[in-house]
Every structure is written in structure tokens, then in C-alpha cells.
């Protein structure tokens, strides 16, 4: 389904495969008229897609998607109509950028451990990017031709149990849902579905994001079911949050999640899109 509104993609400023300038071009072949940047852990991207949002007519929302730790788990918050300039925030996406780079030094020395060249391949995932994640290590895994394809990267080197996986320590959620409403931002909780936990752990999760100042959840993003939509629905209403709908883009050669191709949101729902902040042209989209 052509949807106006997505607000969940990525650049190359992080692991996004489109320069930020590219990406908006692309996002607005697609039909996207409302688009927020939300690369992982920098705003370094906006001011490109900001430039290229105004060539195209395209409403660009300022974003980023800040990498926290709630109970010992990797949670992604989004934070929506943010000020980027804003120094609480930008300290905070600093230090989450740091932790990143100690862990993409561990795995590293992991890969290293088990026969592989740990060194050049963290040279090749850090060259394009501030931000170092385990894609850029999957891409690297792949140019050195370990694998052959970065499905495999995973399966057999990056993956949960795998020779090198380093789990993430980020900063605790409560800390950058703060950042996030410091800046005039909406803090979202991305994806919520695809996180290993129990229902009750996700109620529980949701009940502290909300405590601690959040807003909403996505509740659409992209490949997800009829069913699973109903399931984030479910959770949205439960814990009284709003929603947001977005398709978390990364590569034109994924087929799963193009810009744009989102299911609309339940009418039980109220948007995170209606909230002051956003662009006038979001009030009335279903």
C-alpha cells in the first residue's frame, strides 16, 4: 500500500546504503511526501536531505534512531521533530557513538581470535561512517570475501552465539528518552516487535518508556504482517502510548521495506504525527 508518510529511513551518514540527498531523491520517486531522517546515533545526514527535501517538495521531519539499554537488551528509540543542534542531545549521541566504537574494537578482536584479519576488517567497516554497526562489519566480511553475502556474515560470524558477537551497553533508556524530550523531540520506540522478549517484558518495557517521558510506538514498519500489526496495535492501546508508522530503509536492493509501501494505522490509534512539531501537511493522513 503507497503511503504519503514514513517516517523511518536511513542514510550512509549511518548504515543506509543512499547518501542522504539520494535518499530523499528516492523516498520521493516512491510517493513519500512527509519523510523523517532517523540514521542510527547521528544527525550528521540532515542538513543534505534538508537541502534535497526542499528541491523535491518533500516535508522532511528532523530525526535520528539512538541506540539504549533497558534490562541488559538493545532497545531503539526514534526521536522525531528534534532540534539537532541541541547540546544534551548531541553529547548523548557522542557518547553512544563511543560505546559503538569499543564494541566494533571487540569484535574486531574477536574476528582476529579466530584466524581472521580483525584489524583490516574494522578499517574497511569504519571507513565511510562515524557510526560502526555490525552491517558495516557484514559489508566488510563480504568485500574481504569471508562470505558471500552478509546473511551469511551473520549466520556464521556477527549473529547472537557467534565468534563475533559483543553485545551492545548502551545508555539506559530513561537517559535518552531525557535527550530526545530535551530537544523538543517525540520519543518512539522503533520496531517494537522484533525485540527477543516476553509479552509481560514487553509491557513492562513499554510501561517504563512511557514513565520516563515517551510517546509512542511504531506500530507499522516495514515487512510486518497483518498480524503483527494487530499485535503492536494491542500493545499501543495497553500502554496508552500514540502511534508511528515507518519502514525502517536502509538499501534500494532490499525488497521487504521500500520507502513508502506502509499499511495505514489502525483508526484506534491516535498518529505521533499530530503532535505539535510536525509538518502541517502530516494533519489529516490515515
Not at 29 to 49: W, Y
Not at 204 to 210: G, I, M, P, R
Not at 246 to 257: C, L, T, V
Amino acid at each position: 500500500m503507497r503511503s504519503v508518510i514514513d517516517l523511518h529511513l536511513h542514510s550512509s551518514a549511518s548504515d543506509g546504503k543512499l547518501a542522504p540527498r539520494d535518499l530523499v531523491t528516492h523516498a520521493a520517486s516512491q510517493g513519500v511526501r512527509i519523510m523523517a531522517l532517523t540514521d542510527h546515533d547521528t544527525t550528521s545526514g540532515l542538513e543534505e536531505a534538508r537541502a534535497s527535501a526542499l528541491e523535491h517538495r518533500v516535508d522532511l521531519v528532523a530525526g535520528v534512531e539512538v541506540s539504549a539499554s533497558w534490562r541488559g537488551r538493545s532497545i531503539h528509540v526514534l526521536g522525531l521533530c528534534i532540534d539537532p543542534t541541541a547540546a544534551l542531545l548531541q553529547a548523548g549521541l557522542a557518547r553512544t557513538r563511543a560505546l559503538r566504537n569499543q564494541r566494533a574494537q571487540a569484535i574486531a578482536a574477536r574476528l582476529t581470535r579466530r584466524g581472521l584479519p580483525g584489524t583490516d576488517l574494522l578499517e574497511s567497516a569504519a571507513a565511510s561512517t562515524e557510526v560502526i554497526t555490525r552491517t558495516h562489519f557484514a559489508h566488510a566480511l563480504v568485500e574481504h570475501g569471508i562470505v558471500p553475502d552478509a546473511s551469511e556474515a551473520y549466520a556464521r560470524w556477527l549473529g547472537q552465539g557467534r565468534p563475533g558477537h559483543v553485545s551492545a551497553n548502551f545508555c539506559p533508556l530513561g537517559e535518552v528518552v531525557e535527550w530526545i524530550r530535551a530537544c523538543g523531540g517525540a520519543p518512539v520506540i522503533a520496531h517494537p516487535l522484533r525485540y527477543q522478549l516476553s509479552a509481560g517484558a514487553r509491557r513492562s518495557l513499554l510501561a517504563e518508556f512511557k514513565a520516563a517521558g515517551g510517546e509512542a510506538i511504531e506500530v507499522v514498519t516495514g515487512g510486518q504482517s497483518t498480524t503483527q500489526v494487530e499485535a503492536a496495535t494491542g500493545f499501543a492501546l495497553r500502554a496508552g502510548l500514540a502511534a508511528s508508522a515507518g519502514s525502517d530503509f536502509h538499501d534500494p536492493a532490499i525488497p521487504w521495506n521500500p520507502p513508502g509501501r506502509l499499511a495505514n494505522l489502525p483508526p484506534s490509534l491516535q498518529p505521533v504525527w499530530m503532535r505539535p512539531g510536525f509538518p502541517r501537511g502530516a494533519a489529516g493522513i490515515p
